[in-house]
């Protein structure tokens, strides 16, 4: 039997941490309640309120095991934040928790696996599969593929463990923009199925290359500031600017001062803020990469 009294004042007494209330408990990690902290610096810097938040811990396995129940759960958060108007920005962890004797022993996040190291895309000379770069992005439909998606999974489409770039090809496709490539691994933007797919449908690092370099279907081109984004448009992340790209995100909608809120996989997130300041994975070497998808007719949705 589930203690559940226990668990939800354990989820509370973490919540209140957001709201800069509280002391950290000997189950959160540092590097945990560091990006915790980093949050609620966030909350100040973009003159947000926290008016409340919410925990939803939802069980997916449990077992035991030497008087010891150990419990598998997804913690979906979600954050009722203030500016001009309300909003709410949400995420989910995959996390493993360990009972015995009324007394959580640890809790912890399962770890991220890295993407594939460094691949290299090739140049498709082909022109059996060249494509017209008439096809217009449709924004609003992937925006509104993004929100619908963002805390789920499309049975469509394969499962990564790592799902961030196989999210934002997806919310691309949804936008209108057409595969090329296949069968070439290294070639254009594609996929199968799980274990045949396109680099740059699966890789942040393989995407960074292809988005400005694609000569036919997606293209996008660098911009210097997230402001200058609009929605539909892609940051790419290097977390610890060595040069390997390893998370991008969608912008799903601005916040009051023009900055970008995103929508990501792996660790679902709706709405976040694009700075990643706030994540486990922000380190002081973090760089960017701002991507606006040429659609052919540049004009931005209002969210």
Request: net charge negative; with cysteine; hydrophobic share 35%.
């Given at each position: ?167 934002i090809s997806q919310c691309l496709r949804a936008g209108g923009f057409q595969m090329k490539g296949m069968p070439k691994v290294a070639v254009g933007w594609w996929y199968k ?35 200058e984004l609009t929605l539909g448009d892609i940051i790419l992340y290097d977390f610890e600017g060595d040069g390997r790209w390893n998370h991008c995100t969608i912008v799903v ?8 809120l995103v929508n990501a996989h792996t660790q679902n997130s709706r709405k976040r803020y694009w700075s990643y300041y706030d994540s486990t994975a922000y380190t002081d070497n ?18």
């Amino acid at each position: 039997m589930l203690n559940r009294d226990l668990i939800e004042n354990y989820v509370k007494e973490r919540l209140q941490l957001f709201f800069g209330e509280g002391q950290r408990s000997r189950l959160i990690q540092e590097k945990e309640f560091l990006a915790i902290q980093r949050k609620v610096d966030l909350f100040s810097q973009r003159n947000i309120s926290l008016v409340k938040a919410y925990g939803n811990l939802e069980v997916t396995h449990n077992w035991e095991e030497n008087d010891i129940t150990y419990l598998n759960y997804t913690l979906h958060t979600r954050y009722f934040l203030k500016q001009k108007d309300l909003y709410f920005e949400e995420d989910q962890q995959e996390r493993q928790m360990a009972i015995s004797n009324a007394e959580i022993l640890y809790d912890i996040e399962f770890p991220i696996e890295d993407e594939d190291e460094f691949f290299e895309i090739e140049e498709d000379t082909s022109m059996e599969e060249e494509l017209e770069r008439s096809n217009i992005y449709n924004r609003f439909n992937a925006v509104k593929y993004a929100e619908t998606w963002w805390d789920g999974h499309n049975s469509v489409y394969p499962l990564y463990a790592n799902d961030c770039t196989n999210f934002i090809s997806q919310c691309l496709r949804a936008g209108g923009f057409q595969m090329k490539g296949m069968p070439k691994v290294a070639v254009g933007w594609w996929y199968k199925n799980y274990s045949t797919s396109s680099y740059s449908w699966r890789v942040a690092h393989a995407l960074r290359k292809y988005l400005p370099g694609s000569q036919t279907g997606i293209k996008a081109e660098e911009v210097a500031n997230p402001k200058e984004l609009t929605l539909g448009d892609i940051i790419l992340y290097d977390f610890e600017g060595d040069g390997r790209w390893n998370h991008c995100t969608i912008v799903v909608a601005k916040d009051e001062n023009g900055e970008p809120l995103v929508n990501a996989h792996t660790q679902n997130s709706r709405k976040r803020y694009w700075s990643y300041y706030d994540s486990t994975a922000y380190t002081d070497n973090i760089t960017y990469k701002f991507f606006h998808i040429i659609d052919g007719l540049n004009n931005p949705i209002n969210d």
